[in-house]
């Protein structure tokens, strides 16, 4: 009896120490798995390999000082794109969409075009940067001269391509 | 004679105006036409299509800096300081300081070769502002041979092709009030560099009248005045 006692206080003391490695294992695993991802640029929205990245235009638009928070994932069907996202950026309305081919993309665009026509905007511009997309719409007058719509722009264009 | 032989004389006699009248027609329905163009475009998209920066409605000194193609809810106001190239872009020509733009801009001494970055299609196209002015671009490198640069003024080296008299009608830019406040460039004409061609446009000539041919024979594709035509029968 004392050896099986003696056993088993030393198996409960290995508990601890089994814990311990678990623990320290799935802190090590987390630590790769976060490396990793950083390394292989993962990124919070769905991306379409090789061509410009939605989240790469709004980090630069944020370093300029925009305010990008509430460009939010869409569906990226209506706009026969692999991943598109819209929202406002300076009171504008901004649609982003990247595609992975080309007749994709024209098809995509002739959309965007039609549907500023269709809401008859005050201001409104389709440009394209690699098989990226983005269509700026200013329904409210809130920049008549088109000068916040060139920053965008620029901004958009400066993003290196893949 | 019978009311209805007369009824079909009438209707049947051409219609003779007034060469002088006959010339302000055709100006009347060229305008109109090109008006009509851009609205019935227009109408048709819901929006109104430009390329590159322009004056803003109603051209009364706010400017659109949007330096790509766009479009607009509001159509041109004027469309003698624009030409519409493909898909019905409009493409501003004018002097853009005159109706209020404010940035980096290039002085013409006169008439010359639109010669613009972003409307190749415009490449064989004249700027017809006989007045020294700006625009906001300089001539686009395949053009530069037809300019001279000297005092920071561009001067015109070349001797015009026929699309200069032909398109003459957008003269009709020279009639384009600027807004309050313009300068326009200094430019001394008696310091032109060498070999400076100034681009003039002859005087228009004036309609062939229905009367130039001699009595009795009707000039090739003029009905002979006051004879019956037989049909299928050249009188």
């Given amino acids: 009896m004392n050896g099986s006692t003696s056993s088993t206080r030393a198996t409960l003391n290995e508990i601890p120490n089994r814990i311990g490695f678990a623990a320290r294992s799935a802190l090590m695993l987390a630590a790769v798995l976060v490396v990793a991802s950083g390394v292989s640029g993962c990124r919070r929205r769905p991306h379409v390999k090789g061509t410009v990245a939605v989240d790469d235009v709004l980090q630069t638009w944020n370093e300029s000082g925009l305010d990008t928070a509430s460009v939010e994932n869409v569906d990226a069907a209506p706009w026969a794109a692999g991943a598109c996202s819209r929202g406002q950026v300076a009171n504008l309305d901004v649609l982003m969409c990247e595609y992975a081919t080309d007749d994709s993309l024209a098809r995509g665009e002739q959309q965007m075009q039609s549907e500023l026509a269709r809401e008859q905007v005050s201001t409104g511009l389709v440009t394209r940067t690699s098989r990226t997309l983005m269509a700026i719409a200013d329904k409210r007058e809130s920049d008549p001269t088109g000068q916040t719509i060139m920053k965008l722009v620029h901004g958009f264009r400066a993003v290196r391509q893949p | ?235």
């Fill in chain 2, 1 to 235: 004679m019978p009311n209805r032989l007369r009824l079909d004389r009438a209707l049947r006699a051409p219609l003779r105006l007034h060469p002088r009248l006959r010339h302000c027609l055709f100006w009347l329905i060229l305008f109109a036409g090109t008006s009509g163009a851009a609205t019935l475009a227009f109408a048709q998209s819901g929006v109104a299509k430009y390329r590159g920066i322009h004056p803003l409605s109603p051209h009364q000194g706010r400017f659109c800096y949007i330096d790509l193609p766009h479009v607009h809810r509001i159509p041109p106001p004027d469309l003698r300081v624009y030409r519409v190239v493909a898909d019905n872009q409009h493409v501003f020509v004018g002097d853009p300081v005159a109706l209020g733009y404010d940035g980096l801009k290039f002085t013409y001494a006169g008439p010359h070769p639109l010669a613009m970055p972003n409307a190749p299609e415009l490449a064989a196209a004249y700027c017809y502002i006989e007045k020294p002015h700006y625009h906001a671009h300089a001539p686009v490198e395949t053009a530069r041979a037809a300019f001279a640069l000297k005092d920071d003024v561009y001067w015109t080296v070349a001797a015009p092709t026929p699309e200069f008299e032909k398109d003459r009608h957008n003269a009709w830019i020279n009639q384009v009030q600027p807004i309050g406040g313009y300068q326009p460039p200094a430019v001394d004409k008696a310091s032109a560099p060498p070999g400076h061609q100034p681009l003039v446009l002859p005087p228009a000539q004036a309609a062939p009248t229905a009367h130039a041919a001699p009595p009795g024979r009707g000039a090739p594709g003029n009905r002979p005045t006051g004879a019956t035509r037989r049909k299928g029968r050249t009188p």
